[in-house]
């Protein structure tokens, strides 16, 4: 019997193929699970949902409306949800003072006003006083919500708001039969940072700052997210820092950086 047998789960930002919410949903399945997957390009969606039998529903995290009719739709196919997962985000890189007023209005919706909706649309149907059975809540934050890196500040703020967000979830809905926490990941090889792996030397900077030696996986994430589903998780408000050991330590500066890059290039 699979870990998750008999939950239901909606994994938002599941939308762009083999991302970090897909892997999410994969596993998820894996254990048992009904999975619901969510995000903006139904086109993904629909192809992700007939390879793997899951179940499928657009949504635009910065739309309190489509958020609320996600929550609608899941338990209209799933017949209930025990299981949500905010994975959506936009890895803004650039320096402080050129951040414009539009990025900062970007960067709030995306990453704290909309999860705020997304949590709030998923505890109007997972809480016992909302005729639900509880269940877990998932954020996926990132290690640089604690730690530093150069031209980052508003994707960090952002992170770091939500997962204070979370914090205020976990005291308050407790007693509601609902667990809240984040996941930190480090640098992780996605999609995303397809375009950033190409460059020689850039992914590679990081690994002094690795403990364990390597960089992060999705599916490292994945497996957390697992534990954290887990009737037996006995874990809620807190962050687990999935990085390797990262945050024992720091993320490179941009003169590393450039310096591995410089010495790969010249080899």
Same mark, same amino acid.
């Given at each position: 019997?699979?870990?998750?047998?008999?939950?239901?789960? =909606?994994?938002?930002?599941?939308?762009? &193929? $083999?991302?970090?919410?897909?892997?999410?949903?994969?596993?998820?399945?894996?254990?048992?699970? &009904?999975?619901?997957?969510?995000?903006?390009? @139904?086109?993904?969606?629909?192809?992700?949902?007939?390879?793997?039998?899951?179940?499928?529903?657009?949504?635009?995290?910065?739309?309190?409306?489509?958020? &609320?009719? +996600?929550?609608?739709?899941?338990?209209?196919?799933?017949?209930? #949800?025990?299981?949500?997962?905010?994975?959506?985000?936009?890895?803004?890189?650039? /320096?402080?003072?050129?951040?414009?007023?539009?990025?900062?209005?970007?960067?709030?919706?995306?990453?704290?006003?909309?999860?705020?909706?997304?949590?709030?649309?998923?505890?109007?149907?997972?809480?016992?006083?909302?005729?639900?059975?509880?269940?877990?809540? #998932?954020?996926?934050?990132?290690?640089?919500?604690?730690?530093? +890196?150069?031209?980052?500040?508003?994707?960090?703020?952002?992170?770091?708001? &939500?997962?204070?967000?979370?914090?205020?979830?976990?005291? @308050?809905?407790?007693? @509601?039969?609902?667990?809240?926490?984040?996941?930190?990941?480090?640098?992780?090889?996605?999609?995303?940072? $397809?375009?950033?792996?190409?460059?020689?030397?850039?992914?590679?900077?990081? +690994?002094?700052?690795? /403990?364990?030696?390597?960089?992060?996986?999705?599916? $490292? =994430?994945?497996?957390?997210?697992?534990?954290?589903?887990? $009737?037996?998780?006995?874990?809620?408000?807190?962050?687990?820092?999935?990085?390797?050991?990262?945050?024992?330590?720091?993320?490179?500066?941009?003169? @590393?950086?450039?310096?591995?890059?410089?010495?790969?290039?010249?080899?």
């Amino acid at each position: 019997m699979g870990r998750l047998s008999g939950k239901r789960a =909606v994994v938002l930002g599941a939308s762009s &193929t $083999d991302n970090m919410g897909q892997h999410i949903a994969r596993r998820f399945q894996e254990e048992g699970a &009904t999975v619901l997957v969510a995000g903006r390009k @139904e086109a993904e969606l629909r192809a992700f949902a007939a390879a793997t039998d899951a179940k499928w529903t657009a949504c635009d995290i910065t739309d309190p409306d489509s958020v &609320t009719a +996600l929550a609608d739709s899941a338990v209209q196919k799933l017949g209930g #949800i025990d299981i949500a997962v905010n994975a959506s985000g936009w890895g803004l890189l650039k /320096p402080f003072l050129d951040t414009s007023h539009d990025d900062l209005e970007m960067m709030t919706a995306l990453q704290f006003i909309g999860p705020f909706h997304f949590f709030q649309a998923m505890i109007g149907k997972m809480a016992r006083s909302k005729g639900g059975n509880g269940g877990s809540l #998932i954020q996926i934050s990132s290690a640089t919500a604690t730690i530093m +890196l150069n031209d980052h500040a508003a994707y960090m703020g952002t992170k770091a708001g &939500t997962d204070h967000v979370i914090r205020c979830i976990a005291n @308050e809905f407790g007693a @509601e039969g609902i667990r809240a926490n984040s996941i930190s990941p480090g640098l992780t090889d996605t999609p995303m940072n $397809d375009a950033a792996k190409k460059i020689p030397g850039l992914f590679e900077s990081f +690994l002094p700052s690795y /403990p364990l030696g390597r960089w992060g996986t999705s599916d $490292d =994430v994945a497996a957390a997210a697992v534990w954290l589903s887990e $009737d037996e998780c006995f874990m809620t408000g807190d962050n687990l820092q999935v990085n390797g050991g990262l945050t024992l330590r720091r993320n490179p500066t941009s003169a @590393e950086m450039g310096a591995a890059i410089a010495k790969a290039s010249a080899s």
